[in-house]
Each structure stands twice: as structure tokens, then as C-alpha cells.
């Protein structure tokens, strides 16, 4: 069974940093694709960046780059997301998502599995 358990969110002020962890059990971590979404109240999940088993990494969200960064760990089976400057717009759930293909368009359905979310809350 597969397992994917999401950690570091917390509420930072605009200009902070935080850096979430999604650790995957159970799961082919040497041939998967490892992805964050996050979905803000009222709004849609949308994707935030997936990371390539060979550590090649794609950034959905233009807006994003620069900022925040993808980053996996192979002996940890650990992906994480490095948030910089956050601003209050980046307020959200965080949710890790795992499948066998990084998709060229972040869907949910590309994924089909997820982490329960940690929430990230940033105040102005």
C-alpha cells in the first residue's frame, strides 16, 4: 500500500521560508514521478512543480519559479518543496502526489496517489 506522508507546513509571515517534506512507503520511488499541488480555499487543486526519478523537474506554475523549489532525496524516499519569499497568495493545502509519469500538464487525475496535505498559511 502505498503511502505518501507530508510534513513542514506551518504559518510564516510574507517573506519567509518554509520547506515541506513528503516521504513515499510502499511505493516504486526508483521509477516515480514525484509531485506537489496545492489548493487554496474556494479554488482549485492545482499542480506546483513534479521532480523525474533522475531529478529532472518541471514547474507548473510559471509565477512560482524562482521561488519555490523541487528536490528529491532517492535514499530517503523524500521529495521536498523549498519555499522562498512566500507571499499570502500562497496560502494553501500542500499535497504530495506520486505516479509512474511526470505529466506535461498538472491534472489531478495524472496521479493517483496523494497525501493527506499540510497546510501552509502565510500572513501578511
Known amino acids: 500500500q502505498v503511502q505518501l506522508l507530508e510534513s513542514g507546513g506551518g504559518s510564516v509571515q510574507a517573506g519567509g521560508s518554509l520547506r515541506l517534506s513528503c516521504a513515499a512507503f510502499?511505493?516504486?520511488?526508483?521509477?516515480?514521478?514525484m509531485a506537489w499541488f496545492r489548493q487554496a480555499p474556494g479554488k482549485e487543486r492545482e499542480g506546483v512543480a513534479a521532480i523525474r526519478p533522475g531529478g529532472g523537474s518541471t514547474y507548473y506554475v510559471d509565477s512560482l519559479k524562482g521561488r519555490f523549489t523541487i528536490s528529491r532525496d532517492n535514499a530517503k524516499n523524500t521529495v521536498y518543496l523549498q519555499m522562498n519569499s512566500l507571499k499570502p497568495e500562497d496560502t494553501a493545502m500542500y499535497y504530495c502526489?506520486?505516479?509512474?509519469?511526470?505529466?506535461?500538464?498538472?491534472?489531478?487525475?495524472?496521479?493517483?496517489?496523494w497525501g493527506q496535505g499540510t497546510q501552509v498559511t502565510v500572513s501578511s
Open positions: 510502499g511505493y516504486a520511488w526508483s521509477s516515480g514521478c
Open positions: 502526489a506520486a505516479d509512474s509519469d511526470c505529466p506535461v500538464v498538472a491534472t489531478v487525475r495524472a496521479f493517483n496517489y
